[in-house]
């Protein structure tokens, strides 16, 4: 069965930075893609960045400029680079791969401090 296994939340001053992991219990390449979504409280989930399994990527557009995501398929991790944090990126973030099926991870939360 497969899992993903969030890290690396927290609480962070405005302007500093995280980097989130995603750990997958087997193989990266059983994935299509996989992505990070995040949710703010009273709000829907939404996409924050997805990378393929040849490393193409995709940002929402809000966040292309301070967010990064990476994979390292050896370590079978995928990262989030997030910079420049704001309040408005506190939010519950999950890790999610598809194969055709979804799969999410529990969730690690970050909380940017103004």
């Known amino acids: 069965q497969v899992q993903l296994v969030e890290s690396g939340g927290g609480l962070v001053q405005a302007g500093g930075s995280l980097r989130l992991s995603c750990a997958a219990s087997?193989?990266?390449?059983?994935?299509?893609?996989m992505g990070w979504y995040r949710q703010a409280p009273g709000k829907q989930r939404e996409l924050v960045a997805s990378?393929?399994?040849?490393?193409?990527?995709n940002y929402a557009d809000s966040l292309k400029d301070r967010f990064t995501i990476s994979r390292d398929n050896a370590k079978k991790t995928v990262y989030l680079q997030m910079n420049s944090l704001k309040p408005e990126d506190t939010a519950v973030y999950y890790c999610?791969?598809?194969?055709?099926?979804?799969?999410w991870g529990k969730g690690t939360l970050v909380t940017v401090s103004s």
């Open positions: 990378i393929t399994r040849t490393g193409r990527t």
């Open positions: 999610n791969g598809n194969t055709g099926m979804d799969y």
């Open positions: 087997g193989s990266l390449f059983v994935f299509n893609v």
